[in-house]
């Protein structure tokens, strides 16, 4: 059974850091495309950052340089570490799984139609 669940969320001042895990099980993190995305409050959700199996590497313009994905095979887990935090970051954090597609991030920046199995979200709040 596939399953997911993100956590290491938490409240946090702006310009401080959290590093957030997506825990998997059911499939092999290093064989497939994985993403972080985020809701914000009464905001649809949107991606953040992908990792395919092949080490691609993909961010929003608006956490570059801020977050990093990576890959944790020993541990079958994705991770994001947030530096820098902003107000606007506030949000329940998701994790997402492409099985069935290209296995790459050309289309994760649409979720509803690229994610294949979410995991429960992680909220992540960053007062100013």
């Known amino acids: 059974e596939v399953q997911l669940q993100a956590s290491g969320g938490g409240l946090v001042q702006a310009g401080g850091s959290l590093r957030l895990s997506c825990a998997t099980s059911?499939?092999?993190?290093?064989?497939?495309?994985i993403g972080w995305f985020r809701q914000a409050p009464g905001k649809k959700r949107e991606a953040i950052s992908c990792i395919s199996s092949s080490g691609e590497i993909d961010y929003i313009d608006s956490v570059k340089g801020r977050f990093t994905i990576s890959n944790d095979n020993a541990k079958n887990a994705v991770s994001l570490h947030m530096t820098s935090l902003k107000p606007e970051d506030t949000g329940v954090y998701y994790c997402?799984?492409?099985?069935?597609?290209?296995?790459?991030?050309?289309?994760?920046?649409?979720?509803?139609?690229?994610?294949?199995?979410w995991g429960q979200g992680t909220l992540v709040t960053v007062s100013s």
């Open positions: 059911g499939f092999a993190t290093d064989d497939y495309a």
């Open positions: 997402g799984v492409e099985l069935f597609g290209r296995d790459d991030c050309s289309d994760y920046e649409a979720p509803e139609r690229w994610v294949d199995y």
